[in-house]
């Protein structure tokens, strides 16, 4: 079965990350074309980008880029949950892709992104560009969350209904996306 990992992009103490991550896995859940599974970076704890080769050599010097390197090489997709930090993405996430290559490609990516102003939409106009470079392939809907709209008091995630059917279209993009892909995936 097509397994499609969640990806939680940040590892800052206090983060509401994580109950948007447990929001997609439940709506995730109810669907019998694939397992999804929550991959949370912090669980990871990966340095900052500490290989001495470039990670298209596949060649990993570390303990931790190995396991990560499994981790990612394990999944058939991608469902990215991340917030907007100064109009990107969190530095953890982008050091979590760069730290590994082969491991995304062929693979489909779809986004969820929070924030105060626009949802996150910047931080996943640049996550689509990052995705693109380790050629994970970007289906075309995103799911956008305001901290002041889905969120009481900032803290206590609460998403509009009109978020559970963006993401439900979401899902399936990614899940049929991941299917077409698989001939073209790189297993080692």
Do not use: C
Request: charge should be negative; proline fraction near 5%.
């Amino acid at each position: 079965m097509t397994t499609i990992g969640i990806i939680l992009g940040t590892t800052r103490p206090g983060r509401v990350g994580p109950q948007i991550a447990s929001w997609v896995e439940k709506t995730a859940g109810a669907r019998d074309d694939a397992a999804f599974e929550v991959v949370d970076i912090a669980d990871h704890d990966l340095p900052l980008f500490d290989e001495p080769r470039s990670p298209r050599l596949g060649d990993y010097e570390h303990a931790h880029t190995r396991a990560w390197a499994a981790t990612i090489d394990a999944l058939d997709g991608f469902v990215f949950v991340t917030p907007e930090y100064n109009r990107s993405i969190p530095a953890a996430l982008k050091n979590a892709i760069d730290f590994v290559y082969h491991e995304w490609n062929h693979k489909a990516a779809g986004f969820v992104g929070y924030g105060s102003n626009v949802g996150g939409a910047r931080a996943l106009d640049h996550l689509r560009h990052i995705a693109g470079a380790v050629q994970l392939t970007a289906v075309h809907t995103q799911v956008h969350l305001s901290l002041q709209s889905d969120f009481e008091a900032y803290t206590t995630f609460a998403p509009a209904e009109r978020h559970e059917r963006a993401l439900g279209q979401l899902l399936d993009e990614v899940v049929t996306l991941t299917s077409a892909l698989a001939p073209m995936r790189r297993r080692g």
